[in-house]
């Protein structure tokens, strides 16, 4: 017998408007939209039974220059209690779009990550374990820009964090460059501080293929400890 398929049900209210321009077939097509979301998110199944759904709010402002094929957006973000995105910028052959991403308790973050994950497991018959939380918390941003084309794009920028905890791993402080594209990841001039004060310099870098990573793909790390228990390292 085959289960039942499960959606997101996020609840809310949009409002907008829309306006086009152009002239005989969509030539120089102009297109501008504005609009403001009011939403929830459910609360996942895995949690707490006082965890509540997630109100969430944003606004997207956005306009598309078919000449150029230029997408711009200007103060878009969405906002939930404790996590804000903000998007700025161009999409396009070219892009130009600031990022930036805070949350002042992942604890928010695990939990929508967990409806997702639930979400993808309904529909998956292949998925047999339970989906749990990953067991994030602290507070963490990221500051940078999506550069490249839409189709080869790649996300730089710098990732913070504090009292970042992990399935029982806490990291007092973290702070690295990101570079990641189709071809490689990579994480240069990181820095992180135990609960316990030891402390780690890092750089690290993995090829990948197609945004995939194979076996043959080349690896590159660099770690400089000091006063790290071995605790900390199993």
Known sequence: RTKPQEHIEITGRLDGTVKASWHGKLQALQIRSDAVIT????????????????????AVHLAYDGDSEVVSLEHTYLHTPHTLLALEGTLGKQCRLGI??????LRE??????????SVDAHDHRALKITEPLGLGGSASFNG??????????????????NVRYRGTTLSMLRTQLDLSSSVIALRQGRLQTSSQGRVEFDMSV???????????PVSLRIVADRLPIADVQ
């Not at 939403?39 to 944003?58: F, I």
């Not at 973050?109 to 639930?118: N, S, T």
């Not at 550069?147 to 990732?159: A, C």
């Open 100 to 105: 930036q991403v805070r949350s002042d308790d």
């Open 145 to 162: 820009q999506l550069q490249g084309s839409v189709k080869e794009p790649r996300l730089i920028g710098q990732l913070a964090g504090q």
């Open 109 to 118: 973050a695990d939990q929508l990550a967990l409806v997702v994950r639930e």
């Open 39 to 58: 939403a929830q998110a459910p609360a996942a199944k895995r949690v707490p039974a006082s965890s509540s759904a997630v109100s969430l709010d944003g």
């Open 207 to 217: 090829g990948l293929k197609n945004w995939s990573y194979e076996r043959e793909n």
